[in-house]
């Protein structure tokens, strides 16, 4: 029993591959901008992903299903915002003390959310988007 797992994650998590599970056991990896067969254990499991404790909302999945992996508004922002503090640094000298400590808090709580916050969207897609 086969199901296609294609990733659309966009620039984020692209240098490493994510890991995919059928009922919290390891079964493939999709790559950045890849689509792969896997082979499910089951007519039918839960399927979810997980890359570097980031992992995704679960889905149920059946032989033959296609499943699109997408970041979440979470995951596409958080990057970005860290680099944007970050730069203050340099164009606030006075306050650079002051930003480091914040930006090093916001690093922390950052990591911390990802552990919490799902960073991926998995999506059974229609059967008419099946190839």
Sequence with gaps: MLIRVKRNTGWQG????????????????????????????HEQVQLKVMQFGVRSNRVTVKDGDQVEVTSTLWTRWSLPVLIILFSLRIL???TQQKLMNTSLLLILLFTLLLLF????????????ENR
């Design 14 to 41: 692209s240098g490493s591959n994510l890991n995919i599970y059928a009922n919290g056991e390891k079964i493939g990896t999709v790559f950045h901008k890849k689509e792969v067969e896997v082979e499910i254990p």
């Design 92 to 94: 606030l000298p006075d």
């Design 117 to 128: 916050v799902k960073g991926y969207e998995l999506t059974v897609l229609p059967a008419e």
